[in-house]
């Protein structure tokens, strides 16, 4: 982006570059408080699905669309939330937009499930399994209808405290899933203590999978590691045929990417979740 701009007198160029970016992220940091009141915020929903095609949940995935610089990916706005206590607002406001959803399926006689990616600032807070109780409570739902999405990497960042919450929402009767899986470092005696349900394998690992290499190891030692620990593995990216049949075979149990289903806005998730033939999508 910014070698694009250069040219005759790139020294300046470069500058206007770099204080356009300083410019960017205090309009992101300063615009969060409002986005929450003014509903800037929006989730999609990403089906996922077993073995045989079946929904078994979904993933909320949070977007934004700024007054003034448009749609602002959660790639750059989830970590600048991450340096102040912001994304504790935003994940709750997550959390009970997906409650929301669930509610409304359960009225409609649809019992489902919503995965939330929950951040490590979070859910290491003294009064998280309060809120996220309450929250269940409010909207008449048990804690089996969310599954906790907290990367690999929180897992490692300070592992005494993160565990020690998640043993108390594993007791509450909610349940984890490890997101990109495979690119932090967790100790193996840890996971086996862990009430995790399931390890996510990283979209970047899926990717490798392609029809030039008859065996993708990294994939294969987290499907067999899951298996070991007696948790599922879940695939995320997946993109093609060959990825979804590559995975099959190798017993992974949950399948998530474009190839099934892009994420979906509220009312188009609604309608799919609600449609019990085409929650089964038709594949061989
Ligand atoms: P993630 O939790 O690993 O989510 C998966 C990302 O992969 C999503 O990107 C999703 O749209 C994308 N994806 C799904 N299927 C495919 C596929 O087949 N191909 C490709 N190339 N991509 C696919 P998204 O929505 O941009 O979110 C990026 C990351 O932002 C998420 O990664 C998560 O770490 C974070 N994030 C998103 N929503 C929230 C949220 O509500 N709270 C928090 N704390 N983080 C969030
Ligand atoms: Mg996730
Ligand atoms: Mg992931
Ligand atoms: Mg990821």
Redesign the pocket.
């Known amino acids: 982006k910014r070698a694009k701009k250069q040219g005759p007198g790139s020294v300046l160029t470069l500058d206007n570059a770099a204080f356009e970016d300083y410019n960017r992220y205090n309009t992101i940091t300063h615009s969060f408080q409002r986005a929450l009141q003014n509903n800037e915020f929006y989730l999609m929903l ?1 089906p996922q699905f077993n073995a045989s095609n079946e929904v078994i949940g979904s ?4 977007r934004w669309e700024h007054p003034e610089l448009g749609m602002v ?3 750059e706005f ?1 970590p600048v939330a991450e340096e102040s206590d912001t ?1 504790i607002d ?2 709750n406001w ?1 959390i009970n937009e997906a409650c929301r959803l669930l509610h409304e399926c359960e009225q409609l006689g649809k019992h489902t499930r919503i995965a ?4 490590g600032r979070h859910i290491v807070r003294a009064d998280f399994a309060e809120t996220i109780t309450q929250l269940i409570e409010k909207w008449g739902l048990a804690p089996d209808t969310l599954m906790l ?1 907290i ?1 690999e990497t929180t897992l490692v960042s300070s592992i005494d405290l993160v565990r020690e919450r998640m043993e108390k929402l594993g007791e509450l009767g909610f349940s984890f899933s490890i ?2 899986f495979g690119t932090g470092y967790s100790s193996l005696s840890y996971l086996k203590e862990l009430p995790i349900s399931e390890l996510k394998i990283d ?1 970047y690992f899926v990717d490798e999978i392609n029809f030039h290499d008859d065996e993708v190891p990294i994939v294969n030692s987290i499907i067999d590691l899951a298996h070991a620990l007696g948790v599922s593995s879940v695939a ?4 093609n045929e060959f990825q979804r049949k590559y995975l099959r075979q190798r017993g992974c149990e949950y399948f ?4 099934y289903s892009r ?1 979906l806005p509220e009312k188009a998730w609604r309608d799919f979740i609600m449609n019990s033939s085409l929650s089964k999508i038709d594949l061989d």
Request: net charge negative.
């Open positions: 990403q993933e909320a995935l949070i990916s959660p790639v989830i994304i935003i994940g997550v939330v990616n929950i951040s999405e990367t997101d990109d979209r995320e990216g997946i993109e998530q990417g474009y190839f994420p």
